[in-house]
């Protein structure tokens, strides 16, 4: 009986552990996926003699970890032979990812001829003006402010 | 099988056929694997377009990311026009102590 529980146990912990990696694995494969040329490049769009390719960069970030455990309850003298040594075991992991995506350019195709042309994000544009102003203004403001008095 | 904690590799996309014409993606792939850690990074982006006419000659299409060129040069000019109103800025004082 003591034997038989401990394979067990052992069964549902390699059990448990494959799962994990096998979890683990999809994880990396789905976020390896954004390194593929197909990320970037969307499905052509035909319309009459024009053929438009989006384009776009991607951003793909993933961390995680994990752990597991077990242990036995240490018993007293006397103990072992009243019943089976308890046991337990333990694991847990966790994991967070990101993808971002932006529009960079759109590739047109026409019988004249195939140009590129640029996709641009004017809020992106918007929040660097300002930010840049801002420190701008900052170094105007710091230049210009008066030295405080001097205690005396 | 042994990788690389960085990689920086061109990739090339299935061609994309427009009457007697071929249009191949080509992007860019720098991956960010640390070995002892479990967390990875993979920046993607569109790096050129190859057309080929029918005759056999290429044409390579840059593809180029404006928003970020003329991000780089807002923050540029940031710093560019703070460091030259921070060097007037000691000019002026260097002057207002030696008038004094």
Redesign the interface.
Known sequence: MNDESQVSLEDSEARQIDETIHVVQETIAKFLEAADVDAVYGKPVQNGETLILPAAEVLSGLGFGMGYGGGSEQLEEGEAAAGPTRRGVGGGGGGGGRVFSRPVAVVVATPQGVRVEPVIDVSKLALAALTAAGFMFGMLVKMTRLPRPTAE | MKSNAFSLEN????P?K??D?Q?I???Q?L?IQPPM??????????AS?V?RQADGSE?V???????RR??WS??A???V??AF??A??RFVKIIKEKIA
Do not use: C, H, K
Not at chain 2, 37 to 46: A, D, I, M, S
């Open positions: 990739r090339i996309g299935e994309v427009f009457g014409r249009m993606p080509i992007s792939v991956r850690l479990n967390l990875g990074l993979v920046w993607n982006r569109p377009i057309v044409q299409l840059p593809v180029i990311d404006v928003t003329y991000q807002i923050f000019a940031g710093i026009f703070s109103f921070w007037v800025g």
